[in-house]
């Protein structure tokens, strides 16, 4: 089950659990997302709240935030002009090897083809490029209530994620676990969650943490064994500036 866009934006924007999810979750990425001048960002899925900080204080202006046709999209940023766009989460209007990075929120553990969809990453992430895939826990609290968008769609182990990259010829670099405390709306365990996430650090549990952040990098020497998707036919990788969608040829 896929959340509508609507419902995303008012849980990060008007709940106190969202909130603070969206704060607990940035204080990760804050490392781990660069968006240097002159190179191209994609959010898939609902990044809006994770990518609001980074296209707000640094003057690269080549973001591109793509929001599946099941979904819903909005509008975004609020306050200058919009990089959204309503797409086919197997075909993406960018060109191959475009991005340096690509960030999947709300959109593997909901895809209706997790392999097309990372097939089509891999076409469009340049060979240097950096995956980031925020992917709900299935041993932690959040997978099991729908409390959050985290309750939603498939769940992932370690094991499944690792045997679901290698597939698709990514490997992986790091993952982060987070969110352990209870995802409650109210009560003890929605203002004690900000507590719950310094124990959890210390503990460094991958069982209990809700949220799996995940890196990964494109594995250039691996033999594909997943039919690309349509969209590789159609956009013309050479001399194309990063920061344009390309055009359908036919």
């Given amino acids: 089950m896929r959340l ?18 969206k704060e ?22 609902f990044a809006c709240p994770f990518l609001e900080n980074k296209i707000k204080d640094t003057g690269n202006k080549n973001f591109l935030l793509l929001m599946p046709s099941e979904q ?3 509008s975004w940023p609020s306050k200058s002009k919009s990089v959204t766009a309503l797409v086919d989460e197997v075909s993406w209007p960018i060109n191959t090897s475009a991005a340096d990075l690509i960030l999947i929120s709300h959109g593997l553990e909901v895809s209706d083809n997790q392999d097309l969809l990372l097939q089509e990453v891999l076409r469009v992430l340049k060979d240097s490029g950096k995956l980031v895939i ?7 609290f959040w997978a099991r209530s729908d409390s959050t968008p985290f309750g939603y769609g498939k769940p992932y182990s370690i094991s499944q994620l690792t ?8 490997q992986i ?18 203002k004690s969650l900000l507590l719950w996430e310094k124990v959890g650090k210390k503990l460094n549990s991958f069982f209990l943490g809700g949220l799996l952040v995940v890196e990964a990098r494109k594995d250039v020497y691996a033999v594909s064994n997943v039919k690309s998707s349509k969209a590789g036919r159609y956009f013309s990788p050479i001399k194309v500036n990063v920061s344009t969608i390309s055009r359908s040829r036919g």
């Fill in 4 to 21: 509508d866009v609507i419902e995303l934006k008012e849980f990060y924007n008007g709940t106190e659990l969202g909130r603070t999810t």
């Fill in 24 to 45: 607990l979750i940035n204080r990760i990425l804050d490392n781990k997302i660069n968006a240097e001048t002159g190179s191209l960002t994609v959010g898939f899925g």
């Fill in 72 to 74: 819903g999209v909005i």
């Fill in 134 to 140: 925020l992917v709900p826990n299935r041993t932690g």
């Fill in 163 to 170: 045997a679901l990259l290698r597939k698709n010829q990514f």
């Fill in 173 to 190: 670099e790091s993952i982060t676990p987070s969110l352990y405390g209870f995802p409650a709306k109210k009560g003890y365990w929605l």
